[in-house]
């Protein structure tokens, strides 16, 4: 952007200068600069200087520079307004923020998201879906809204470059995009980013979590829909709910970061998903790869799976529901080996030869301490309720209540005569469990202490579970009912699963702490004459800070340059 001077000649022969403001753009089909009037100053001639003056004060001001007029005169002290600060004619439209948007931009393109998904939009004819994907991703990390929402609202609070023609149409079909390259685009950007981030794939945690509808019904076999089976199933939620429901699946890898999503039935039981889950795993062809899961995967039609596919497993064990582990494996004398401040192994084998189980033992002493003095809690309160009431009436309100209670029902029994009494025998089985778990391997070149810690490490899923259905990206409430806009939801969300753990893991800050820094950056808009300017504020040093972490250049002072729409 450059002041541009113009002169014409009178046929007096006098000759009269203008001042322009212009800046070059590169003609489509030359390729060469031409120069793009922004605004007349008019002649020269009938120009106030101090007009100019103010306009380098202003320009000087943006870069940070001082600019010191010799022939003005001293100024009265005192505040002035804004308007002082602003050449002539500029007004300013307001401020949005901008760093969050702009490093998520960033990312989108580093991982390999943006570079995907073009591809596949050209080829569909519309190039913008992958700008409309963008957005929607964007927009569950900064402030989740519906579909609607983004279109209607929310792209008019930010600055997302090529987002400002989109319509709600394009949202919905930018959806369709992705439903129909999901595994294309998952796999794509995972192995970009594993490669960018050098990850070793070594350990996969996997896991389920629920997302309940606000519906009464559940959706027929087929919707209607060229066949696809309803997913809105009524089921068990995580959550303790009975309603219709999706179930979604996910594996990460030790460092949180997604390497495949599925979006399943809603009365899809855990320990039937590994069959999916072990054959999308090996057509991947990860190499030697190491599945870590809770006692909801386990069985052993699962554990054969997962041998075939995925080669080895590390899967936790119900203690009290499966003979073996209770009374072979608990049961089974030894020593334990310490191998930190507050946890013990030992392993047990139970089998001969190819058959074989090997099953560690972990014990946490201090865990151990917490759930013997809370059961003793449970049990006192027992005593007094039941003292409280001679007759001891298994039918009576209060003690019908006390067996549907999920605190107190374990510890009580009825006895021939119908009266309620303490089951001591189950108190002291309950004992044999306190502070332990059980895992099963089948690596046999596991040490006990990894296969430990490898199961420990299963938190970070409980984690993007968390960020996936809480405030941070906001999975739920889902508004969709075709079966392809769900899955979409989902894997948009996941994407921005993918883009907050990448910053997050190298800055070391949660992301809510990071949107709030980066948002310190935020971009003006002012407007001149029939164009519009958007100028990035100057950033903190903490914001400053924060993307030399993460590796992204701040923006240029002047982002964007644009014309008013004309008045109708």
């Known amino acids: 952007m450059y002041l541009r001077t113009t002169k014409r000649q009178n046929q007096d022969g006098s000759t009269v200068v203008y001042y322009q403001l212009a800046h070059n753009v590169r003609d489509p089909e030359t390729g060469k600069p031409v120069a793009q009037i922004i605004h007349n100053f008019g002649r020269a001639d009938a120009?106030?200087?101090?007009?100019?003056?103010?306009?380098?004060?202003?320009?000087?001001?943006?870069?940070?520079?001082?600019v010191q007029d010799p022939l003005a005169q001293p100024e009265a002290s005192g505040p002035k307004s804004s308007d002082d600060l602003l050449a002539p004619g500029v007004k300013q439209r307001g401020t949005m923020p901008l760093?969050?948007?702009?490093?998520?931009?960033?990312?989108?393109?580093?991982?390999?998201?943006?570079?995907?998904?073009?591809?596949?939009?050209?080829?569909?004819?519309?190039?913008?879906?992958?700008?409309?994907?963008?957005?929607?991703?964007?927009?569950?990390?900064?402030?989740?809204?519906?579909?609607?929402?983004?279109?209607?609202?929310?792209?008019?609070?930010?600055?997302?470059?090529?987002?400002?023609?989109?319509?709600?149409?394009?949202?919905?079909?930018?959806?369709?995009?992705?439903?129909?390259?999901?595994?294309e685009v998952e796999k794509a950007v995972f192995f970009q980013t594993a490669s960018l981030l050098n990850l070793e794939v070594d350990l996969v945690f996997y896991d389920t979590t629920t997302c309940s509808f606000a519906v009464d019904d559940e959706d027929d076999d087929e919707d209607g829909e060229q066949g696809a089976v309803g997913l809105r199933k009524r089921g068990h939620g995580k959550e303790g709910t009975w309603a219709p429901q999706v179930v979604v699946?996910?594996?990460?890898?030790?460092?949180?970061?997604?390497?495949?999503?599925?979006?399943?039935?809603?009365?899809?039981?855990?320990?039937?998903?590994?069959?999916?889950?072990?054959?999308?795993?090996?057509?991947?062809?990860?190499?030697?790869?190491?599945?870590?899961?809770?006692?909801?995967?386990?069985?052993?039609?699962?554990?054969?799976?997962?041998?075939?596919?995925?080669?080895?497993?590390?899967?936790?064990?119900?203690?009290?529901?499966?003979?073996?582990?209770?009374?072979?494996?608990?049961?089974?004398?030894?020593?334990?080996?310490?191998?930190?401040?507050n946890m013990q192994v030992k392993e047990v084998t139970v089998g001969e030869g190819e058959m074989r189980r090997r099953y560690i033992v972990c014990y946490n002493p201090k865990q151990a301490r917490r759930e013997a003095n809370h059961r003793a809690e449970l049990v006192q309160q027992l005593e007094q309720e039941l003292a409280s009431h001679p007759d001891l009436d298994a039918q009576a309100k209060w003690a019908i209540e006390l067996q549907a209670s999920s605190r107190f029902s374990r510890y009580l029994a009825v006895t021939p005569g119908n009266k309620l009494r303490i089951d001591r025998a189950a108190v002291k089985a309950a004992e044999r469990t306190d502070g332990k778990w059980v895992l099963i391997t089948n690596d046999d070149t596991?040490?006990?202490q990894d296969a430990a810690d490898a199961y420990k490490g299963l938190l970070v899923i409980e984690r993007c579970f968390r960020s996936l259905k809480t405030t941070q990206i906001k999975m739920r409430p889902m508004y969709h009912w075709l079966p392809r806009r769900i899955e979409a939801h989902v894997k948009i969300c996941v994407l921005a699963l993918l883009i907050q753990r990448v910053a997050e893991r190298a800055c070391g800050q949660t992301w809510p702490r990071l949107r709030t820094t980066l948002n310190r950056l935020q971009v003006t808009v002012y407007e001149l004459g029939a164009h519009r300017f958007l100028r990035a504020n100057d950033a903190p040093e903490e914001t400053l800070s924060m993307l030399k972490t993460l590796g992204i250049s701040p923006p240029k002072p002047v982002l964007a340059v644009t014309s008013l729409p004309a008045n109708p």
């Open 47 to 66: 120009l106030e200087r101090d007009d100019l003056v103010r306009l380098c004060r202003s320009i000087a001001r943006v870069c940070g520079l001082a």
């Open 99 to 183: 760093g969050a948007t702009w490093v998520i931009q960033e990312l989108w393109e580093r991982l390999g998201i943006g570079p995907t998904l073009r591809p596949m939009a050209k080829q569909a004819g519309a190039l913008h879906l992958e700008r409309a994907l963008l957005a929607e991703v964007a927009n569950r990390l900064c402030v989740p809204e519906s579909k609607l929402g983004v279109w209607d609202r929310w792209l008019e609070e930010v600055y997302l470059p090529g987002c400002e023609a989109l319509s709600l149409r394009h949202m919905y079909e930018a959806m369709d995009l992705l439903h129909g390259h999901n595994e």
């Open 249 to 341: 699946a996910l594996a990460v890898t030790r460092e949180g970061l997604p390497v495949r999503s599925w979006v399943l039935p809603g009365n899809t039981t855990d320990v039937t998903t590994i069959q999916r889950i072990r054959a999308d795993l090996r057509g991947w062809k990860l190499g030697r790869v190491l599945l870590v899961a809770d006692s909801g995967m386990n069985s052993a039609e699962n554990r054969e799976e997962l041998a075939r596919g995925c080669g080895h497993y590390v899967l936790a064990c119900r203690l009290n529901s499966v003979a073996e582990v209770s009374d072979e494996v608990l049961g089974r004398a030894g020593r334990y080996k310490q191998v930190a401040d």
């Open 446 to 448: 596991l040490r006990a």
